[in-house]
C-alpha cells in the first residue's frame, strides 16, 4: 500500500510539472494536473493539500535529482571542477529532456519574492556550485584569485544562464556546443597555468537521466 501512495505520489509530481511547464505557476490548475495524471482532484487532494504544496514538492524533486546527480560523479571519483563542468552540461541537457527541471526553474521565476521561500530551484543550482568551487579550492585546484568571491559570481552567473540560453530556442546540440564554448575561456581563469588539459569540457558521451513514472 505505501508502494502504491508513493508510486501514485510521483505520478502526481511528474504530472504538476508538465502542467507548470506548460501553462506556468499561476496558470495550471489542479484540475488540469490531475487529468494529465489520470486521477480525480480527490486523489490529488489526498497527496497534496494546494497546488503550492505541489509546486513545493515538484521543485523539490528537481533538487533530489541534482543531487542523485551529484552522487553519481561522486561516485566515479571525478574531481570537483569536473563534476562542476559535466553539471552544466547535465542541467543543459535536462532542460530540454526533463519537465521536473524545466518547470522547477519556472516555478522559482514565478514566485520569486515568496515568504517564507520554499525550495528554491536556483538557490540550489547555486549552492552546489559554490560548494563544488569551494571543494576545488581547498583541494588546491584553483588559481588563487578564482577562489574568493569574483570566481563564485562568475560561476553563478555562467550556470543561471544557461537557463537562460535554453529559453532562446538553440537546439540541445546548439545549447551543448555554447555550454562548452562558455567554459573555454572560463577554464583558464579558473585553474593554473597548464591545468586546462587536465578537464575535459565537452559533454559526457552518456548523461544519466531519471526514470519517471508513466
Not at 497527496?47 to 541534482?66: I, T, Y
Not at 552546489?128 to 578564482?146: F, I, P
Request: hydrophobic fraction near 45%; charged fraction near 20%.
Amino acid at each position: 500500500m505505501q508502494a502504491r501512495s508513493e508510486r501514485t505520489r510521483r505520478r502526481l509530481v511528474l504530472a504538476g510539472a508538465q502542467m507548470f511547464d506548460r501553462y506556468g505557476y499561476a496558470s495550471a490548475t489542479l484540475g488540469q494536473i490531475a487529468g494529465a495524471a489520470g486521477m480525480t482532484k480527490g486523489a490529488l487532494y489526498f497527496h497534496f493539500a494546494s497546488k503550492e504544496g505541489l509546486a513545493d514538492a515538484v521543485q523539490e524533486r528537481g533538487r533530489q535529482l541534482l543531487c542523485d546527480f551529484l552522487q553519481q560523479q561522486w561516485e566515479a571519483g571525478a574531481a570537483p571542477l569536473q563534476a562542476l563542468i559535466d553539471l552544466t552540461h547535465w542541467l543543459a541537457d535536462a532542460l530540454y529532456q526533463d519537465p521536473v527541471v524545466r518547470a522547477g526553474l519556472r516555478i522559482t521565476n514565478e514566485r520569486a519574492g515568496r515568504h517564507p521561500a520554499a525550495t528554491d530551484f536556483h538557490q540550489t543550482w547555486i549552492t552546489e556550485v559554490l560548494r563544488l568551487l569551494g571543494q576545488a579550492g581547498a583541494a588546491g585546484d584553483l588559481r588563487e584569485d578564482a577562489a574568493g568571491e569574483g570566481g563564485q559570481s562568475l560561476l553563478t552567473a555562467a550556470v543561471c544562464g544557461i537557463g537562460v540560453l535554453a529559453g532562446t530556442g538553440l537546439t540541445p546540440a546548439e545549447l551543448a556546443h555554447r555550454v562548452h564554448a562558455l567554459w573555454q575561456p572560463l577554464l583558464p581563469a579558473l585553474v593554473p597555468p597548464g591545468h586546462t588539459p587536465r578537464y575535459r569540457t565537452h559533454p559526457p558521451a552518456t548523461h544519466t537521466r531519471p526514470a519517471h513514472a508513466a
